[in-house]
């Protein structure tokens, strides 16, 4: 269930368009609330106008379309893991680096998706309550409450049916994983 790979190229055309994208619907929204078309230069300094909405009312809309793609975004992760895929692959296709963002805590691109799905571990939220992110297995319906990667899938992923093999799978994939660092740990000393 890899991701599939995207260029430097189209990467940087896709956030283009997204950003674009982003404008455009914090202008409509600013002008669908009612807000006030102005006039202002292009640019700093240019003598060319273009037209554009009063700058605190687009702020509010493009915060209100910011907040509005971060829930989209989560929806993704949470059918992104219905449909089995791991928090490195969600990761990756995230474009996540450990720690690259100040709310993505965690030493891997695994543990920074979680952060990205679960919310920083740094709230009074998170430190009093703890963290997690729910799904519905696809293997065995039940409803997960997936706590991380910190204890293993067994422990991190409580809800899932006593006899489900999405879950048996992945505990054997993690103790293959825990038992090869192991040995190179071993090997190391």
Not at 11 to 38: C, F, W, Y
Not at 52 to 57: I, R
Request: proline share 3%; with cysteine.
């Amino acid at each position: 269930m890899g991701t599939q790979e995207v260029s430097r190229e189209a990467r940087e055309k896709a956030v283009s368009a997204a950003r674009r994208a982003a404008r455009r619907a914090a202008i409509d929204l600013a002008r669908d609330e009612g807000a006030p078309v102005i006039s202002r230069p292009a640019f700093r300094g240019a003598h060319t106008t273009i037209q554009d909405v009063e700058p605190l009312a687009g702020l509010r809309a493009a915060r209100e379309v910011e907040l509005g793609a971060h829930f989209s975004t989560r929806n993704y992760i949470r059918d992104a893991r219905e449909a089995g895929y791991t928090w490195h692959e969600i990761g990756t296709a995230l474009d996540l680096t450990p720690r690259g963002e100040a709310d993505l805590a965690g030493d891997t691109i695994a543990e920074a998706a979680y952060s990205y799905a679960a919310g920083s571990p740094d709230t009074e939220t998170a430190r009093r309550y703890g963290r997690s992110f729910s799904w519905t297995c696809g293997s065995c319906e039940g409803l997960i409450s997936d706590h991380g990667l910190y204890n293993g899938p067994a422990d991190d992923e409580r809800g899932h049916a006593a006899d489900c093999a999405r879950l048996a799978a992945t505990v054997a994939a993690w103790d293959t994983e825990s038992a090869e660092f192991d040995a190179e740990w071993e090997a190391g000393q």
